[in-house]
């Protein structure tokens, strides 16, 4: 079946071109002009389902959703180009079409057009394609040309099979952001309402905090004895604990809680009560939820180790209370899938150790790696295995990591070798092949950099700790980047698995998913979860003994799964 490239022309009057494509990316027979691009899309959709090559998904798919068109298979340039650019230590460089047709042809290369600033449901949509500001497109060649090329670039890298992978993972997860986007999570603005209620008071009649923090404000500014205290500055509260006797580096929760003044517990409070406000209040409610749905604008790969983040709306970053507002439609529930000890098991998986490997074919990875090396104490194997992960190398970390050291040496060596590539300021990848910003040498701004000749053999150079701080970051980065992986293979999975049926994906977060269904078919969609973390498991890392189990929820709010 050849495949069909799918550009959008620059007039907003929803018309484009349809190119068909051998394999290989050479185009087979004329370009199709076409007046209504949703309408040919949706019938070439329905005739032979073909894998679409368009520019930017992020902008097209959005719109052909609007249009009632779903499409089942894609590949992204402009997100393919940002991997392939990656890959080759070119981390940052321009990603979208113009840019890379203008390298191919060595044309001078254009910048990216700026980011969309996400607007909240309910702004308006206008012309059915929206035009990217500037110039217009280099149009079907172009594509055409920047996707063969594309290709050859997949096949020259190391693993061509497992860049592939993470090419389809990527350009899957930007159509199912899309529709995520559009379908919306269930939300109940009453319990919400409900909820800030019960949690801050009433709001103010004159603007400001409402008053539960009005009331926790005057209290904090009582235990200090002075009139007034603006608690939302930290560099206000930083004064006042100076004033009291207490010297701190900040006012972060973990600081605070190693203080004794009563004035502490207020403070907390109000930080989390300021926090719900501010970020999930009455306000943010009227801005993102519109008629029973929550619309975020997700992003996928949005962060350097590939998981995703979101435009606007904050939907990674829901509070737990506030998760009591995400209700299922009537007669529907959630089934919420949670991986669990997600990063440690590809840590098992990718290293290739064996015992470790072992550890991870149980249920509580922790627990078994405590029964075979740490003497059944699970805090101090979770603490080793945890540390070595993320650099943790001084106070009770130390023994623990000689034990890991000793008894697992093959998955504490990947995972130091990351480090010392990193401090080199070397390239780090992922099991796919994402690749970590590199470094120069390991030297950050500001540094002496190389020509230094003083700071050389000094520990406490920053350059030395410019390197020390990049050899951490690469040593999580080759496993929080591959978990990121595993879970974009278990939603396109998942995605196949559920078409056909009425349940929709509906939010996304690291290691957690959730799909909305009629109650009735829930069961069959937990098994349907369940089967595409086994398939993600198996297309990323073939045979293994180690087992990546979900944590399935059937429930009506989100709030009660486990």
Request: charged fraction near 20%; proline fraction near 8%; include cysteine.
């Amino acid at each position: 079946m050849p495949f069909v490239l799918v550009a959008v022309a620059p007039d907003e009057r929803g018309g484009g071109v349809l190119q068909p494509l051998d394999p290989a990316g050479t185009a087979v027979g004329p370009p199709e002009p076409v007046a209504d691009l949703a309408a040919a899309v949706a019938v070439r959709e329905r005739v032979d389902s073909p894998r679409w090559v368009w520019a930017c998904g992020a902008t097209l798919y959005p719109a052909l959703l609007r249009a009632g068109v779903r499409v089942a298979r894609c590949h992204d340039v402009e997100l393919t180009e940002a991997l392939l650019l990656g890959y080759a230590g070119r981390w940052g460089e321009p990603r979208a079409l113009a840019a890379a047709w203008a390298r191919l042809t060595g044309a001078p290369v254009p910048a990216d057009p700026p980011p969309r600033v996400a607007a909240p449901p309910g702004g308006g949509q206008g012309a059915l394609f929206d035009a990217v500001p500037g110039p217009p497109g280099p149009g079907i060649t172009a594509l055409a040309g920047v996707y063969a090329d594309q290709l050859g670039r997949i096949a020259a890298t190391d693993a061509p099979g497992r860049f592939r992978l993470l090419v389809a993972a990527e350009s899957s997860g930007a159509l199912i952001a899309a529709e995520m986007g559009a379908a919306g999570l269930p939300w109940r603005a009453d319990v919400h309402d409900a909820i800030l209620a019960e949690l801050l008071g009433e709001p103010s009649p004159v603007g400001g905090p409402p008053r539960r923090l009005a009331e926790l404000a005057a209290r904090i500014a009582e235990a200090f004895g002075v009139r007034q205290v603006h608690a939302d500055s930290p560099a206000e509260l930083l004064r006042a604990f100076a004033r009291a006797g207490v010297e701190l580096p900040n006012t972060r929760a973990w600081v605070l809680r190693g203080v004794d003044h009563p004035a502490v517990p207020l403070v907390l409070e109000y930080k989390e009560l300021y926090r719900i406000w501010t970020a999930h209040g009455r306000a943010w409610r009227d801005a993102w939820v519109r008629e029973g749905r929550f619309q975020p604008e997700y992003v996928p790969g949005g962060v350097v180790s590939g998981r995703w983040a979101t435009r606007g709306g904050g939907a990674l970053q829901i509070p737990k209370v506030i998760r009591r507002a995400v209700v299922a439609d009537p007669g529907w529930r959630f089934v919420v899938a949670d991986a669990g000890q997600l990063e440690p098991r590809v840590l098992a998986a990718v290293s290739g150790d064996a015992r470790l490997a072992a550890a991870g074919a149980t249920g509580d990875l922790y627990a078994a790696l405590a029964r075979d090396a740490f003497g059944g104490d699970r805090g101090r194997a979770k603490l080793a295995l945890l540390g070595a992960m993320y650099g943790q190398t001084g106070g009770e970390a130390v023994p623990a990591l000689a034990v890991l050291r000793r008894n697992y040496p093959t998955a504490f060596g990947h995972v130091e070798a990351a480090a010392r590539t990193g401090e080199a300021g070397g390239l780090v990848r992922s099991w796919l092949g994402r690749t970590c910003p590199p470094g120069t040498a390991g030297f950050g701004a500001g540094d002496d950099g190389p020509s230094d000749p003083d700071s050389a053999g000094d520990p406490q150079s920053p350059r030395a700790r410019a390197a020390r701080s990049r050899g951490r970051f690469t040593r999580n980065f080759v496993i929080q980047a591959t978990a990121a992986e595993w879970a974009s293979t278990l939603l396109a999975v998942l995605r196949g698995e559920l078409t056909g049926t009425d349940a929709e994906l509906v939010f996304f977060q690291h290691d957690e998913v959730i799909v909305h269904c009629p109650a009735g078919q829930a069961e069959r969609v937990a098994e349907a979860v369940d089967r595409a973390g086994r398939r993600a498991a198996a297309l990323l890392f073939g045979e293994t003994a180690v087992r990546f189990p979900l944590d399935l929820s059937v429930v009506e709010c989100y709030a009660d799964a486990a």
